[in-house]
C-alpha cells in the first residue's frame, strides 16, 4: 500500500504553526517571539519597513524553485528593500498561505529557508500568519533600523553624482530563460534566479560613504534607476562599457539569440543595490557605471533605451 | 456599445500603486511613506508588530463582503491582535494580490476603506505591494508601540483573577450563517460579519488598569482563552449567566435551530478582547464572564464545553 504524505490540511494550522517555529532562536532586540498575539522587539533609531508578496503562478512556479530556495528568495527580496534604504534588518513577519492538500515537507523545506535567510540577515523570524489557499502566496514583512543615521531615499541624487550598483545583474533573468526553455544549467543562473543574493550590510556601507540615493534593482536596473531620476528630478546617464558581463548570462544570451546588455540593464528579480555617490565617495566594492546630470529620465551611452526597462506585474 | 469597466490589468501596477496612496495624509511619527523602497518612522518604547492573511474564498467572498468593508475589516484584525497586546497602532503596510480582470473600482473602493480604518485605528498606511494572484489575497501588517508599557501577554494569567471581555461575541458567526442561507439580514450582524468593530484603545485601556493577560477573540472565545489558559498554567471557568445575549443573535439561533449561548462562546471574528485582572481591578466597560483557577482549560459553568470550540482554517 502506497504511504500516503502528510499534508498541510492534515497537520492542521497550530501544530504547523509550531513546526515552523520551535527552537527558533530569537536576536537580543526581541522580548516577545511568535506565540502571542503581536511580537515585541526593540528598534534603534528610527524604524524601517517594507512588505513583498511573492505569488505561485506569478513570481514563481513551484517546479522551478524548490521550497528551501524559495523561503530564502521572500527574506531575501524584503531584506533587500530595507538595505536600500542604508538600514539593518531586525524582525521578520511571513503571512503564508498554502493549498490543504500540500505536503507538510514542502512548508517545513520553506520553513527551514526562511530561517536561514533570516539569520543571514541578521533579522529573527518573530511572526506570522499562515492560512489556506488555492496558491501557495508569501508575504513578507521586514522591520529593521537606522541607529541614528538618517535613511538614503531615492529622491537625493544631484547633478554631479556617480551612479554604482553592488551586486549581481541579469543572472536571474538569464535563469528565467533557462527554465522556460526547459533546461536546468547554466546552474549558477538558475540558481540566482531561484534565490537573489542579496550582500547584507552593503546598504549601511553605502549610507556610511555618503550615498545621496539608493534603490534595490528589483523590477530592472533602468527602471528601477527611472524611480531614482524620477523622485530626484535628474537625468542618469549609464556607461555600457563599464559593466561586466558575466560569462553564464553571455552564454545564455548566444544560446537564445538575445543581447547580454540586454538582460544586465533590464533583468530584474537579482536585487543588486544602485546608488548614487558624491564624486570620490563610492565603497571599493561597487561599480562605477554612469553619472547624474541635469534633466530627466535615464539614457545609455547618451541614448534613448529601446524596447522595455523592465516588469510590471499586470502588463504580463 | 456596452462601457468596458477598467481592469487593475489595464490601469498597471504602478498607476493603481498611485492611487491607492495619492492624497494619503502620515501620522507626525512618519518621515517616509508610499513611494520609496521602504517606510520610515518612529517608535516609542518597544515596537509591536503583527500580520493577518485574509484569503478570498476562505475568510471571505466578494459578493458578501464589499470592497470598502472588506479593506476595513483587513486593518481592523491586524490592529486588534495589536490591542490584545496593549499597544497603540503607528504604521501599517498592506500586501495586496488581485486578479487583473478585476475591476479598478474595487480596488478604489477597497483602499477607502483601508483609509478609512487606519484613521480610526490612529495608523498611517505607510506602504506594500500590489501584484497579480488568482484570488484576491490581503495581507496586513501593523507596526505599534507600547510607549514605555510591557506587553500585556498571554501567560500573565494568575489564579483568583477575574475574566473580563470587551467588545461583540457571536455576532459575526450570525451574520456568517445569515449569509450562508440567502439573507442579507439582521443587517447588523451581517455588517458585523463583513467587518468588526475594533474599541482602539481598550487595549491599552486595560494594560493601564492592570490586565495580568490578554487575548483578541479571533477563533471563538473558548478557544482563544484556551491560548490563554495553556500559555498562563491555569485553569479558566466561565459564568454563563454574565453573558448577554444579543437580540440578533438570539433571532438568528431560533431561526436556525441553533444555541445562541454557542454563537457567544464560540463565534469567531468579532475581534473582541478578552483580558485577566486582579478582583477589583476591570475597568468599567469590560464585562465579568468568569474566573481564573489553579488547572487546565476552559470550562463553563464548572463543566467541559461539548463541541467544537472555535476554528482551524485547514479543518474546514
Known amino acids: 500500500m502506497p504511504v500516503t504524505p502528510e499534508t498541510v490540511g492534515s497537520v492542521g494550522e497550530f501544530p504547523l504553526i509550531e513546526r515552523i517555529t520551535s527552537g527558533l532562536a530569537m536576536g537580543p532586540a526581541v522580548s516577545v517571539g511568535p506565540g502571542d498575539d503581536a511580537a515585541v522587539f526593540l528598534v534603534n533609531g528610527s524604524a524601517v519597513t517594507s512588505v513583498d508578496v511573492l505569488v505561485e503562478g506569478v513570481h514563481f512556479r513551484r517546479d522551478w524553485v524548490p521550497a528551501e530556495r524559495l523561503g530564502r528568495r521572500a527574506v531575501a527580496v524584503s531584506c533587500s528593500d530595507l538595505e536600500a534604504m542604508g538600514a539593518h534588518q531586525v524582525a521578520v513577519l511571513v503571512g503564508l498561505s498554502v493549498p490543504g492538500d500540500l505536503e507538510a515537507s514542502w512548508v517545513a523545506d520553506l520553513a527551514r529557508g526562511i530561517r536561514a535567510e533570516c539569520e543571514a540577515a541578521g533579522a529573527s523570524l518573530v511572526g506570522g500568519d499562515v492560512t489556506r489557499s488555492r496558491d501557495v502566496t508569501l508575504a513578507m514583512t521586514v522591520v529593521g533600523e537606522l541607529r541614528g543615521r538618517p535613511p538614503v531615499l531615492r529622491s537625493g541624487a544631484r547633478p554631479g553624482d556617480v551612479v554604482a550598483v553592488r551586486g549581481r545583474l541579469g543572472w536571474a533573468a538569464g535563469g528565467l530563460q533557462v527554465l522556460k526553455r526547459g533546461f536546468r544549467s547554466p546552474r549558477a543562473l538558475v540558481e540566482a534566479y531561484q534565490c537573489p543574493v542579496v550582500t547584507y550590510g552593503a546598504g549601511a556601507e553605502a549610507a556610511l560613504a555618503g550615498a545621496t540615493a539608493m534603490v534595490d534593482v528589483s523590477d530592472g536596473l533602468l527602471a528601477d534607476l527611472g524611480h531614482l531620476a524620477s523622485a530626484s528630478e535628474v537625468a542618469v546617464d549609464l556607461d555600457s ?76
Chains 1, 2 share one sequence.
Request: no cysteine.
Open 241 to 316: 562599457g563599464r559593466f561586466d558581463i558575466p560569462d553564464p548570462v553571455r552564454a545564455v544570451a548566444a544560446a537564445t539569440g538575445g543581447d547580454p546588455l540586454t538582460y544586465v540593464l533590464t533583468g530584474g528579480e537579482d536585487h543588486a543595490l544602485a546608488a548614487t555617490f558624491p564624486f570620490g565617495r563610492v565603497p571599493p566594492e561597487w561599480l562605477v557605471v554612469g553619472k547624474v546630470a541635469d534633466g530627466q529620465g535615464v539614457t545609455v551611452d547618451g541614448e534613448e533605451w529601446a524596447g522595455p526597462k523592465g516588469w510590471d506585474h499586470f502588463a504580463r
